[in-house]
């Protein structure tokens, strides 16, 4: 990544006026948690650093303090807690639907339909769509979905090694060695590539799939486009807000968006430690961790 570090200088150009909204919460430093929006710019929320955390399309964000417990962030209430126990991932929905794996616990959702186990069984990882519906994989039990009203269905008898889904219910998985796949109802599963991504990836509310593969860069995929190069310099990470904004974080570079007119714009001049759209969840992070894909950020050591 020195390559990244010495020579990385996107271009920075201000925004056009932008109709959707994104938020993204990231941390630095270690230093807590701070979000950023359009309106306000970017404002700490805590000086403790979560475990996990996720933000959605209000800015309500989800954080998960070992040692505290699972909180919930809003700018009417401020900080509150939701549950003393801490999970290991968490997501949110626009509603303020909160789920969160509380691993030897099972899998939970609180929302306001009150708190609900929606599992006993520990997740390898989940995502959850700005509708809510929800995405959990499980070592040895393959990869899952709940959407809606539904309950739970397997779509796929494989564990992947990463997950994303959206509010169309469509997921995309990395399978190791295997590639990059879309499901969506009226298609099944189809192939979007024969290579695995690195580490995280996303997909947004029109279906479009964001991934990073190691040396070649940061790529777009989409129905209408195929796949696209957004940069030949491969981000430590990346992510799609559910809207459809593109976010990545360039070791010694700092934290970038897209601009709907395809330039990078520097959200920060630090590189974050993790982040998180909304939509998404801070690290993508996976459980029970025995894969061989390490050049995510969890594994990073450059
Ligand atoms: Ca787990
Ligand atoms: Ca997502």
Known sequence: MDRVRNTLRPQIEALE???AL???VASFNDNGLYRFADATGWQQLTT???EAYAVNTAGDVVASF??????????AAGWQQVAPFAPSQVGIADDGTIVGDFNGAGLWRIGAAGTQQLTMFDPRQ????????LAASFDGAGLWRMVAAGGWQQIAPITPDRIDINALGSVV???NNVGLYRFEDATGWQQLSPFTPNGTIGIDDTNRVAARYQNIGLYLYSDAAGWQQLSTFTPQRSDISSDGTVFANFNGAGLYRLSPGGAFQQLSPLTADAFAPNGGADSNQVDNNNDNNNNDENNNND
Do not use: C, H, K, M
């Open 173 to 175: 998985a990395s399978f």
């Open 22 to 24: 994104s938020a993204v």
């Open 48 to 50: 403790f650093t979560p």
């Open 126 to 133: 989940i995502a959850v769509a700005s509708n809510g519906d």
């Open 66 to 75: 070992e040692g505290a417990g699972l909180y919930r962030f809003t700018n």
């Open 17 to 19: 006026d932008r109709l």
